[in-house]
């Protein structure tokens, strides 16, 4: 376990709908990244945030936005869903943006099917 | 921006026998290398890493080395075993940016 925890576990919706997904840091850790993993894809970063505020931006569509909240937990919000967007919603923590190995953890992920 | 190519994509062996994976990167300036362990439906684990002022780090079973010349990286698995089947996937951060970039993933099936 991880520490890091991600809510739902599974998520199936219908085209069009607009869902989202939560996440919980490691105690201590003020970094939140979100990611897409998509059958036969690697790890595609979507935002960071750190203590907050958004750092830094990947791949994510406009039709996706995310947030972090005072208390450090973040969600992630997909809206105007589409077939395509069915994949592995993955949430990572770390302690906080240094330069050196700063590791990532990962959470259990959230996987969303869209119908 | 960077970019991490892994090979191969899928990389079959007997138990016993020794993996490698390779990875390339493109930002000269990338310093820190993990590599993750992704078990079918599971979370990515770190299971080991590198920086750039190391050429090579062991921990028992698995090794990374690192070309910063060549811009190359690589993990070995000795005597493989059939819980090391897993997709795993290499990183590369650094040069100003704190957001690793991951390779596609290599699908490691270890035959019992």
């Known amino acids: 376990d991880s520490g890091v925890t991600q809510t739902p576990k599974h998520l199936i919706t219908a085209t069009g709908q607009r869902v989202t997904l939560r996440c919980s840091p490691r105690s201590g850790d003020l970094s939140v990244y979100w990611y897409q993993q998509s059958l036969d894809q690697g790890l595609q970063f979507l935002i960071q945030y750190y203590n907050g505020e958004e750092r830094a931006k990947g791949n994510i569509l406009e039709r996706f936005s995310a947030q972090q909240f005072p208390d450090l937990h973040s969600e992630l919000n997909l809206s105007s869903l589409e077939l395509g967007d069915s994949a592995l919603y993955f949430c990572a923590s770390s302690v906080g943006m240094a330069a050196g190995n700063n590791e990532q953890f990962f959470g259990p992920g959230t996987r969303l099917t869209v119908l | 921006g960077e970019n991490v190519e892994q090979h191969p994509s899928t990389l079959s062996v007997q138990e016993g026998d020794s993996a490698v994976i390779k990875c390339t990167y493109s930002d000269s300036a990338s310093n820190y290398f993990p590599w993750y362990k992704q078990e079918l439906g599971k979370r990515p684990q770190l299971i080991i890493d590198i920086r750039s002022n190391v050429g090579e780090k062991k921990d028992q079973r698995i090794a990374v080395t690192l070309n910063k010349t060549a811009k190359h990286f690589s993990l070995h698995i000795t005597e493989t075993q059939p819980e090391d089947s897993a997709v795993y996937f290499c990183?590369?951060?650094?040069?100003?940016?704190?957001?690793?970039?991951f390779g596609r993933g290599t699908s490691l099936i270890v035959h019992p």
């Open positions: 990183a590369a951060r650094g040069g100003g940016s704190y957001i690793p970039t």
